[in-house]
């Protein structure tokens, strides 16, 4: 039994170092699935109970592209430590590590983003009692809470549920998983309606990121984060943090309890307060990056901060911080990052930045910065000269010319773009070898560019000089040493020929050389030197050609501006390739058949406006899933709108303007529910105006129909546009009432701080799975003030209501003087009765007003002359009388004006009033016939001249009724004084 014993025991311990020695719990795609069903019973090496747990917990996710394949019940699959994402332990076969979502390097499943969902979580998770890494990034949760379960999992180190679409709060039996190490929640949308109890007793936690999620009413988190012992890295970005409360005792700030780890600190994007400071001071020796941007920080840059020994990485942008860079900031000689960019500081002072010897960044745009360029330079000490890889002083108001640089050996990036910067580039900046990005844009430079200025820049990737008066002159046969990836030469002196050395650069991501007096032929090379390029800009220029043979095919979605040039013929099928078109203002002709050559298709933006289009529009929309942005106006398009345009629902403008489309709107048109943007103004339109407009298209906000054939009276259903702000309907053959609920459009009735232009933004697509964010600015064209104009920077601060030349009929309603914000309103050209409404001062925003041309009567109304922005006032051509009101403005107008008003009078008008002291301002009943009248006064004083002389005249041409008169006045007299004497005799005796 003995030898048994032996024999079992060196068994078993050959086996344990046979296990020790295999290579198990790999993930691998060479692992071989046809092994047989014996292979695979020898080769089984996870926990039976593991193995069903994760099996649950497969069948609680949705995973559509089969990305957990590895995963099964089949023999080949017995061994659960083989699966795709799952790790064991080579020692007990425990799975100790379990990695799913996307991107963990060399370990993770690379799934996309969201792909795999969860329905439900199963509680048999809780089996894997050994796991101590769990990740699962980006799988879609749906919105549900964390499970109580995982704060069971007490052997977790690695913990990260980032970007899981998590909701409700973080549960509290969190506060079990007392090894824990690593937390990352971040990027879900977890709340804490009270406190983070559970926190504190996470002592072994190193690091912990719960980033954009909401600890708005988490107002001690400071006693939370800060006293974690071993805590090194705290990121709690964009959290909406309130600020923390002012400890009593700043002095003595927890020094026995917080944490002397502390190191990497992230607070961007909150709430944030200066109180924050003194939280941050018991750190002082510890903390090597701090993050406090984008939050509510004011004042002066605390003294504290000079005391941060160990700070490399200092970023405070974004933010109300004032007065001059601090001299201690020059004492913190470990600073390499240095951030105080969009703040208010004004400039630095001499010893800012002395002892910045391993500064390599320093960024301090957006700022007040004022003065010559190049005392600002010399304020950096000559230890950073050689150091120094990065300065960004944009957007300032530093004066004089670019001085030599060239002693900042090291320089890597220079912007020095929107100041006021004036003389030439030095050529000396060819010699800064080291040089990748040089933009020196929106700024007053001026002089000849040539190749001297690039001549060792052989790592210039960025250049933008655009925005000055620069002339680019260079050789022919020029070969730029260097291979750009952004040329930004807007505004700059390119042409006029195309320029050849752009040849070379055949990597571009970005060319913008727009209003660069090119007038030349587009080169033959030009397209597939460039089909790589993300963004192309040749607008504004005279280029000449038209697109033949032109069969590329872009490596991505470009954006391509080629308005306001001189290019002829068809549209080729290629440039549906483009995320982004703009083709305005050339001679392109033909037809939109290019958008019918693919199904496939990304356009978000096609503007082609103003060129020779004709015939009818293609029945091709519904594949342009993604447009965002049509303008079609300014051609010869004819027929009917085609109901398929009704499938761009993502559209948010639409303009078919000055085309000859007939028929009626696409009842489809209301499927677009993004719209915001209609001008299908100037055509031959007809119908009645849908009442579907004000039910389905709420975001309207330019509604433009003028010029077309429409019928039919304005449905009420319009005053459901709460966001409009232009309404034109006017030259149409419209009839009816004005509808008097126009005090529901509430953009026009409540003041506010209008935007100046009318902006959009949307997403489109740049690559193969990349997206970009890009902006629109709308324009509009109609009649202001008599003229035709067109509105783009300053589109909306114009809110106006057109409704002339129209059949309208009634009386203006009152309603329409609740519309403070309005600025033009003209009701011209109609069959208007009644009278303008007294409030109609109460448009104290009018600037523009033109009731011309109908049959209102009655006076003008007093309030008129109190609106003082009024520039513009047409009356003429009604039935309008009385004398025009006193005031500053009415006065001031043409008397054309009131012109064929015959019973109208006063100044402007030469034809007076009968009496000049007429009033014309007393109140609210200014409109009505006032009682005191000339003939009042006439009767007046003929009843005071013959009721003085009836009775003085008697009295002195007839003695006898005289001394009749007098012995009265005596008689009456003696009366009086009698019983006068005799009260008081009576009060006397009362009182003795």
Request: proline residues 4%; charged residues 15%; glycine residues 6%.
């Amino acid at each position: 039994m003995k030898g048994d014993g032996r024999c079992f025991k060196l068994f078993l311990a050959l086996s344990i170092l046979f296990l020790q020695n295999v290579k198990g719990g790999e993930v691998g795609h060479s692992h071989n699935h046809s092994h047989s069903l014996r292979d695979a019973k020898v080769t089984v090496r996870c926990i039976e109970r593991e193995r069903q747990a994760l099996l649950a917990f497969k069948r609680g996710l949705v995973d559509e592209f089969n990305y957990l394949s590895s995963w099964g019940s089949e023999a080949e699959k017995q061994d659960c430590c083989r699966w795709e994402g799952v790790y064991c332990s080579n020692q007990t076969g425990h799975v100790i590590e379990l990695y799913l979502g996307y991107y963990f390097p060399g370990k993770m499943i690379q799934l996309q983003p969201y792909s795999v969902q969860v329905k439900m979580i199963s509680p048999k998770l809780i089996e894997l009692q050994h796991l101590q890494y769990l990740y699962l990034t980006r799988i879609d949760f749906n919105k549900i809470q964390i499970p109580n379960f995982i704060g069971s999992l007490t052997n977790l180190r690695n913990l990260s549920l980032s970007f899981c679409n998590l909701a409700s709060q973080i549960p509290s039996s969190f506060g079990n998983l007392k090894q824990l190490q690593y937390l990352d929640l971040s990027g879900n949308q977890l709340h804490q309606p009270e406190n983070l109890n559970w926190l504190p007793a996470l002592s072994s936690l190193t690091y912990l990121d719960l980033s954009q999620n909401n600890l708005s009413t988490v107002f001690d988190w400071p006693d939370k984060f800060f006293l974690l012992p071993k805590l090194v890295k705290l990121t709690l970005e964009n959290c909406s943090l309130p600020p923390p409360p002012t400890p009593i005792l700043s002095t003595t700030l927890y020094k026995t309890n917080s944490s002397t780890s502390l190191a990497y600190v992230r607070l961007s994007n909150n709430h944030l307060t200066s109180s924050i400071f003194l939280w941050l001071s018991n750190y002082s020796t510890s903390l090597v990056s701090l993050d406090l941007s984008n939050n509510n920080l004011s004042g002066f840059i605390p003294d504290f901060i000079g005391n941060m020994s160990s700070l490399v990485y200092l970023y405070l942008s974004n933010n109300y911080l004032t007065g001059f860079i601090p001299d201690f900031i020059g004492n913190m000689s470990s600073l390499v990052y240095l951030d105080l960019s969009d703040n208010q500081i004004d400039g630095a002072n001499p010893n800012s930045f002395a002892r910045l010897c391993n500064l390599r960044t320093l960024r301090l745009q957006r700022n007040h910065l004022s003065g010559q360029l190049s005392k600002f330079v010399q304020l950096l000490p000559r230890c950073a000269q050689n150091s120094l890889g990065g300065l960004d002083l944009s957007e300032n108001v530093l004066k004089g010319s670019l001085n030599n640089l060239t002693s900042f050996s090291s320089l890597k990036w220079l912007n020095l773009s929107a100041n006021q910067l004036s003389g030439k580039i030095p050529e000396s900046i060819g010699q800064m070898s080291q040089l990748m990005k040089i933009d020196f844009s929106i700024n007053s430079l001026k002089g000849v560019v040539s190749e001297t200025h690039f001549s060792k820049l052989s790592d210039l990737y960025y250049l933008d000089l655009s925005y000055n008066s620069l002339v680019l002159n260079f050789h022919s046969d020029w070969v730029p040493p260097f291979k750009l990836g952004y040329i930004l030469l807007a505004s700059c002196n390119v042409g006029p020929l195309f320029p050849k050395w752009l040849q070379t650069q055949n990597d571009s991501f970005i060319l913008d050389i727009s209003n660069a007096g090119i007038s030349d032929i587009l080169p033959s090379w030009f397209w597939s030197n460039l089909r790589k390029a993300d963004i192309i800009n040749l607008s504004q220029n005279q280029i000449r050609g038209i697109f033949t043979n032109l069969t590329l095919e872009f490596a991505h979605y470009p954006e391509l501006h080629l308005s306001s040039n001189q290019i002829e013929g068809p549209i080729p099928s290629t440039l549906s390739q483009a995320s982004y078109l703009d083709l305005s203002n050339n001679n392109i002709s033909g037809s939109l058949s290019f958008l019918c050559a693919s199904a496939d298709m990304n356009l978000t933006f096609l503007n082609l406006s103003s060129n020779s289009f004709s015939g009818e529009l293609p029945d091709c929309w519904s594949h342009l899933e993604n447009l965002v942005m049509l303008d079609l106006s300014n051609n010869a398009f004819s027929g009917k709108i085609p109901m398929a345009i009704g499938s761009l629902f993502q559209m948010q403008t639409l303009k078919l303007r000055s085309n000859r489309f007939v028929g009626e709107l696409p009842s489809s048109l209301k499927n677009c529910r993004s719209l915001e943007v209609i001008d299908l103004g100037d055509n031959e339109l007809s119908g009645s105006i849908p009442k579907w407009l004000g039910f389905s298209l709420k975001n309207l906000v330019i509604l433009m129909l003028s010029s077309n054939h429409f019928n039919g009276s304005m449905p009420s259903q319009l005053c459901h546009l709460t966001r409009i702000q232009i309404m034109d309907f006017s030259v149409n053959n419209i009839s009816g009432r004005i509808p008097k609920c126009l005090n529901n459009l509430t953009t026009l009735a409540k003041k506010g701080n209008p935007s100046l232009s009318s902006t959009h933004s949307y997403y489109r697509v740049t690559g193969e799975g990349s997206f970009a964010v890009t902006n629109y600015e709308d324009d509009a064209s109609f009649i202001w003030k008599g003229r035709m104009q067109t509105y783009k920077s300053t589109l909306g601060l114009v809110k106006r209501i057109d409704l002339s030349s129209n059949r309208l009929t009634g009386e203006i309603p009152c309603e329409i003087t609740y519309l403070a914000e309005l600025v033009s309103l003209n009701l011209s050209r109609n069959r208007l009765t009644g009278q303008i409404t007294p409030g109609i001062g109460n448009l104290q925003s009018l600037d523009s007003l033109d009731l011309s041309r109908n049959q209102i009567d009655g006076r003008i109304p007093t309030s008129l002359a109190r609106i003082d922005r009024l520039s513009f006032l047409d009356l003429s051509y009604n039935n309008l009388s009385g004398k025009i009101p006193t005031g500053t403005q009415l006065q001031s107008f043409d008397p054309l004006d009131y012109a064929e008003n015959p019973l109208l009078c006063g100044p402007p008008l030469k034809k007076m009033c009968v009496n000049q002291n007429e009033p014309t301002d007393l109140s609210n009943e200014e409109d009505k016939d006032e009682f005191i009248t000339l003939g009042f006064y006439i009767s007046l004083g003929i009843g005071f001249a013959a009721g003085f002389w009836g009775v003085c005249g008697t009295l002195i041409f007839n003695r006898p009724w005289r001394y009749t008169y007098f012995k009265f006045l005596n008689d009456l007299n003696d009366w009086l004084y009698v019983k006068i004497a005799l009260i008081k005799r009576q009060l006397k005796l009362a009182y003795a």
